[in-house]
């Protein structure tokens, strides 16, 4: 009876591995990046006790980022801590062409402060350190960013994310205005056109 009762929760946990598949395969397309990990003390009545705080990135390269902080008292705990919290703040940017951004843009945290430019085909993630590791991750093939305040990764990561927050797509700017995308689109190209004849 024993066993048969054994074979059947065997069965059941068969049957939970099972149900569970499709939602591993479903996150298996978001990537995962470790920015910063740093050892932090903390002094208490028999003296310092040690443990890693870890800083993640993560997206799924279409659009979607998010970033997360763990702490823990071995490394691999805080990393897993990290990455569940930065998985449940993603964001969605909208992409130009699934490749740039739509507009520059300037992002500001604390003392961290950051400038991105939208880039024609062909430049690369011109960008270094977190700045580029949130770019990757979010789906960014063509774009010059610059970093002009603290190195902190956590103040860069978080002006970086606050810039993205505000890119639009000219979709939603003519929603927001009550136009049409090609007006908006229009009004773009005859503003590069006078900037070109002006340069000129």
């Not at 993560?58 to 990290?82: C, N, S, T």
């Not at 690369?124 to 949130?134: E, L, N, Q, T």
Request: glycine share 12%; net charge positive.
């Amino acid at each position: 009876m024993a066993r048969g009762e054994q074979q059947r929760g065997g069965g059941e946990r068969r049957d939970r591995r099972d149900r569970n598949k499709p939602e591993e395969r479903a996150e298996s397309d978001i990537v995962e990046k470790l920015v910063h990990i740093n050892r932090v003390a903390a002094t208490v009545k028999g003296g310092r006790r040690f443990s890693f705080a870890a800083l993640m990135v993560v997206g799924d390269q279409k659009g979607r980022v998010g970033f997360g902080h763990g702490k823990a008292r071995e490394v691999p705990e805080a990393i897993r801590k990290a990455t569940e919290e930065a998985k449940k703040t993603m964001i969605r940017v909208p992409l130009r062409e699934a490749r740039t951004l739509h507009h520059d843009g300037h992002g500001r945290w604390g003392a961290g402060k950051i400038m991105m430019r939208a880039a024609p085909a062909g430049t690369g993630v011109i960008a270094g350190g977190p700045m580029r590791a949130i770019l990757e991750t979010l789906g960014v093939q063509d774009v010059v960013a610059k970093s002009v305040g603290s190195s902190n990764p956590y103040n860069m990561i978080r002006a970086t994310i606050e810039a993205l927050k505000v890119q639009a797509s000219p979709r939603q700017v003519a929603a927001k205005r009550g136009k049409k995308v090609s007006d908006i689109i229009e009004r773009r190209t005859d503003l590069a056109a006078a900037d070109d004849t002006a340069e000129a």
